[in-house]
């Protein structure tokens, strides 16, 4: 999925560089060395360990992290040596809930902490600014340069909401932390407000040599597990208004590296996970359309790359085809777009629907194997204005034992 986007003609221009293994010393300039020992010694040989309810180590875990924070120290290298204007890293796991010595929210080391600190000792970087625009506030982040004074922490984020942190309160030992919480429901001008008022004028006083984000875009309002409602023009604004500053303070140096993350989820004590799809039809819509090809912004690997255990999946999506090439790893599939096929003929049933579908998966409870889809008539209508024989419908699911699997 990812190659494949990354084959468009916009991205064309991209210099792209696989990322070099970091080193344990990249990673001690931040954590203690304990620390490292710890992780070490959980790392297991084969399996799961669980450090917390969100955050599981596989065998894999700790050699990712260490690609993780080679990819954002080898994008500081390019970038402080001029080999490049700027550069995003796209790592797995995120690194923002990572406090010194304590692993939180999947992530192991804290990668924007271990680039910034790299740039300092590597190239002589005198101030380092982090702007984190993930929906979740960087509490790790937020620790590390709690009592430093030459590293500068700018974030929004959505408040009340995991981790808890994050108050405008919370400034840091030397006012070097900027905290500027938005509340569930908040938009592009809200979060624009907050990015003007709270954190550019302080980031512009800081005059920093490098600018770093921590760039999640779950504050995305397609995210399904966070509340507010960003767009992507609201990304680019924000990035190109960091970019302005660093044009002006630092010669352009900005790094951005990948946040982002998927929340667990826990019903009567049990746990499972929800994902959450982008609608497959997007480009359908009048405008985006481009030339005949209807493009989504599903990514069904992807959503699904963030599950790191066995707890079973709870999917959203928009339209319930994507059921076909759900794998059953997924126990249920939710969709509403069909409206169950909201015009009915006597006879015939859901015409449109069926079309457009196909009959087994316009309306209703469907079991494949081990993978159940239900599908909503929900309320209001979609490209025809008319309900026939269909009418509106909340359905409420309860979630437990086989036996009571869904509840229509
Ligand atoms: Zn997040």
């Known amino acids: 999925m990812i190659e ?27 954590h203690p060395e304990s620390y490292l020992q710890a992780l070490e010694a959980t790392s297991p040989r084969d399996g799961f360990a669980r450090l917390d309810s969100d955050t599981t180590m596989s065998p894999g875990t700790l050699f990712a992290a260490f690609h993780a924070i080679g990819g954002a120290c080898q994008a500081v290298d390019e970038v402080m040596r001029r080999d490049v204007n700027n550069a995003f890293v796209a ?11 304590t692993p939180m929210g999947f992530c192991f080391f804290n990668n924007a902490a271990v680039a910034a600190r790299h740039a300092m000792a590597v190239h002589g970087a005198q101030r380092v600014a982090i702007m984190d625009f993930d929906v979740h506030h960087g509490n790790g982040t937020q620790d590390i340069f709690w009592s430093d004074r030459n590293v500068m922490y700018a974030s929004t984020h959505e408040m009340p909401l995991y981790p808890g942190t994050g108050s405008s309160g919370e400034r840091g030992e030397y006012n070097n932390i900027v905290n500027a919480p938005l509340s569930a429901g908040d938009n592009s001008v809200h979060f624009r407000e907050a990015m003007e008022v709270a954190v550019l004028p302080r980031l512009e006083d800081f005059s920093p040599d490098l600018v770093i984000i921590s760039a999640g875009f779950d504050a995305h309002r397609r995210d399904p597990l966070a509340n507010l409602n960003l767009v992507e023009a609201d990304f680019a604004w924000a990035t190109a208004k960091l970019m302005d500053v660093a044009d002006r303070k630092c010669g352009g140096r900005l790094v951005s590296v990948l946040e982002n993350d998927a929340v667990a989820l826990r019903q009567g004590g049990e746990k499972f996970w929800l994902a959450g799809l982008g609608d497959q039809l997007a ?3 009048p405008g985006r359309r481009k030339g005949d090809e209807i493009a989504g912004i599903d990514d069904l690997t992807g959503a699904l790359a963030q599950v790191t255990d066995d707890a079973p999946i709870v999917l959203m999506a928009h339209e319930p085809m994507i059921f076909r090439s759900v794998p059953d790893r997924v126990a249920l599939t939710l969709c509403g777009h069909t409206h169950g096929g909201q015009v009915n003929l006597p006879l015939l049933g859901p015409v449109l629907g069926e079309l457009r579908f196909g009959p087994d998966i316009t309306y209703g409870h469907v079991q494949r194997g081990p993978r159940h889809l239900i599908v909503s008539a929900g309320l209001g209508e979609s490209v025809l204005p008319v309900r026939f024989m269909r009418p509106p419908e909340i359905v409420e699911i309860v979630l437990g034992a086989p036996a009571a699997e869904a509840a229509a």
């Open 91 to 101: 790592m797995r796991p995120p690194g923002h809930h990572a406090e010194r010595a």
């Open 4 to 30: 494949r986007i990354l084959e468009h003609e916009k991205f064309a221009t991209l210099i792209r560089s696989q990322s070099e293994q970091g080193t344990r010393d990249m990673a001690l300039r931040v």
């Open 283 to 285: 480009d359908s819509q």
